[in-house]
């Protein structure tokens, strides 16, 4: 018994670590891109820095007129899976030329994103633009080549708030980029996750904007019901070791204690023919 809950503890947590520390990388461009069309669709745990590099290296990035970089702190892979196929950035995704999506990257923190794209801006040549929602509307100008990095919100909470913030970072993001689109001749496109920061940290860094609201919800905005219908118990790597433990490890060691139960000893301890224990006493 202390050997199966022990492998019930374990199993769970093993599955959970297998995604922790990962972060999701997806790029796109409007045109055919040879730099996106040679990178392996499965580098599941590469580091996120070398991917990075590879997307925005300078003899790929720099044909493009503008190259929009979105930084997004907590960002998951289940949060992208949870925009409804009719989103702005779904359309956009699946009508890209050229594209790659690493769910789960293995993030690294040698060089920041910040740094990376102020380099790339430098060898193309191209104008360095920070952003983010609060500071309104892009405005791009048109005979020139740009580097954008947009510096989205902070996304956290239950799983239903985290929906509903991405559907308003995804609406504002399909529309600069259909703007993009609508104004230069060629884009490409970097979406990542950074982890959370110190809760601080997104309040000093940018002005407030009008998805902070979602992060803070009051008591009145949450679900009506029990601990099941305010928070994702059951998870993916839980669910699978749940069914290894039931259905491949517990019948395995069940089978081992009935195999040991039914072992019987092939030495009989009988008494000889003609032997009498009550003569033998009385002799």
Known sequence: MAGRAAI????????????????????????????LNGLSPDLRYEDSVSIIDGVLSPEGACSFDTVLVINQPGLRSSDLRALPTSSGLSAILNTAPSSRQYPHVKRSASASLQDMTESLARRCGSTLTNASPADGPLDLAENSKHVVCVNMPAIEGSPKLRKVAMLGHDQYLSNEIEK??????????????????????????????????????????????????????????LLVALLVVFFIIVPIIMMAVSALASLQSSVRLEAPKGYHAQEKKTQ
């Open 8 to 35: 019930l503890a374990l199993l769970p947590v093993v599955g959970v670590l297998g995604y922790s520390d990962t972060v999701p990388i997806v790029a796109w461009s409007s045109k055919s891109s040879s730099v």
């Open 180 to 237: 993009i689109d609508a104004a230069f001749t060629s884009h490409l496109v970097l979406y990542v996750g950074s982890p959370l920061e110190h809760p601080g940290y997104r309040r000093q860094l940018l002005p407030p904007s009008e998805f902070d609201s979602t992060y803070a919800p009051d008591n009145s905005t949450l679900s009506d019901g029990g601990i099941f219908k305010r928070y994702q118990l059951f998870s993916t790597p």
